[in-house]
Nanobody
Framework: QVQVVESGGGLVQAGGSLRLSCAASGRIFGSYDMAWYRQAPGKQRELVAIITSGERTDYADSVKGRFTISRDNAKNAAILLMSSLKLEDTAVYYC???????????????WGQGTQVTVSS
């Protein structure tokens, strides 16, 4: 099986920075898209940033210029650097990984358990 574990959330003042990490482990034959989503109370889960296996990136308009996503393929890991944090960035952040799960090339999507990011004034 495959597990995805996030870390790095916490409480930060507005204008501050945080670094989120996620790593996939288990029976992995390769990783494809890796992405960060977030869900604020009472709102739907939304895509924050995504990075492809070719390291093409895309961001939600609300975080462009403030957040940076990167990956370490050797570790099946994704990093989200968040700066100039705003109150509205407060949410549970989830990592999603598309993983190749067998030698035939089948892929599955896996979610982490989420990590809380709280931005205070």
């Amino acid at each position: 099986q495959v597990q995805v574990v996030e870390s790095g959330g916490g409480l930060v003042q507005a204008g501050g920075s945080l670094r989120l990490s996620c790593a996939a482990s288990g029976r992995i034959f390769g990783s494809y898209d890796m992405a960060w989503y977030r869900q604020a109370p009472g709102k739907q889960r939304e895509l924050v940033a995504i990075i492809t296996s070719g390291e093409r990136t895309d961001y939600a308009d609300s975080v462009k210029g403030r957040f940076t996503i990167s990956r370490d393929n050797a570790k099946n890991a994704a990093i989200l650097l968040m700066s100039s944090l705003k109150l509205e960035d407060t949410a549970v952040y989830y990592c999603n990984c598309v993983i190749r799960v067998n030698i035939e090339g089948s892929t599955r999507s896996f979610w982490g358990q989420g990590t809380q990011v709280t931005v205070s004034s």
